[in-house]
């Protein structure tokens, strides 16, 4: 087992600039896990890939990326559950990093979402407590929303791709088209 070590989720390169400062200034050795099968379509995932890339690059950070786009398991979770869309994608994407840090020895894993003032804390601190009692390894809550701004400052020079919407097709559907 690695000490003090946590692997964070990271769903975009503009949260995971900060979340990944914060910890290791925490005293963590930081690693990061791309999995979100939620991001659509297929060409905007790719793009924050890449952005993620080009920032685990610049931040000496090791990216840890899973195979394929598993855009099927991800509509399987959601199909039918629209209105708690975020409970069923936040359980796929934790339970990945729980599993893939409990595999590799980390102590503790995290999520970069906790870093948006757009996504729903209370429900990510339950989830992540539940699958951190479930495969026996640390879930790290800490409310880091008040440096969002900090973290999209951080990336600013850097070029990367911005995203416009959260990831998954109804959040685009809800930040374009309702809009209308």
């Given at each position: 087992?690695?000490?003090?070590?946590?692997?964070?989720?990271?769903?975009?390169?503009?949260?995971?600039?900060?979340?990944?400062?914060?910890w290791?200034?925490q005293?963590?050795?930081?690693s990061?896990?791309?999995?979100?099968?939620?991001?659509?379509?297929?060409?905007?995932?790719?793009?924050?890939?890449?952005?993620?890339?080009?920032?685990?690059?610049?931040?000496?950070?090791?990216?840890?990326?899973?195979?394929?786009?598993?855009?099927?398991?991800?509509?399987?979770?959601?199909?039918?559950?629209?209105?708690?869309?975020?409970?069923?994608?936040?359980?796929?994407?934790?339970?990945?990093?729980?599993?893939?840090?409990?595999?590799?020895?980390?102590?503790?894993?995290?999520?970069?979402l906790?870093?948006?003032?757009?996504?729903?804390h209370?429900?990510?601190?339950?989830?992540?407590?539940?699958i951190?009692?479930?495969?026996?390894?640390?879930?790290?809550?800490t409310?880091?929303?008040?440096?969002y701004?900090?973290?999209?400052?951080?990336?600013?020079?850097?070029?990367?791709?911005?995203?416009?919407?959260?990831?998954?097709?109804?959040?685009?559907w809800?930040?374009?088209?309702?809009?209308d």
């Amino acid at each position: 087992m690695k000490a003090n070590s946590v692997l964070v989720h990271c769903c975009c390169a503009h949260c995971a600039a900060y979340t990944v400062d914060y910890w290791r200034q925490q005293g963590y050795e930081v690693s990061a896990l791309w999995y979100n099968p939620n991001i659509h379509p297929y060409m905007e995932h790719q793009h924050r890939l890449e952005a993620m890339k080009s920032l685990a690059q610049e931040v000496n950070l090791p990216l840890i990326t899973t195979e394929g786009y598993d855009i099927v398991d991800y509509f399987r979770q959601v199909a039918g559950h629209e209105p708690q869309r975020c409970q069923y994608c936040f359980r796929l994407r934790l339970l990945k990093t729980a599993e893939t840090a409990h595999q590799r020895g980390f102590n503790a894993f995290t999520t970069s979402l906790l870093i948006s003032p757009h996504q729903k804390h209370d429900l990510l601190r339950e989830i992540g407590n539940k699958i951190s009692k479930e495969r026996g390894i640390d879930f790290l809550y800490t409310d880091l929303r008040k440096r969002y701004s900090d973290s999209r400052h951080m990336t600013k020079g850097l070029n990367l791709y911005r995203q416009q919407y959260c990831g998954c097709v109804y959040s685009e559907w809800e930040r374009y088209a309702k809009r209308d």
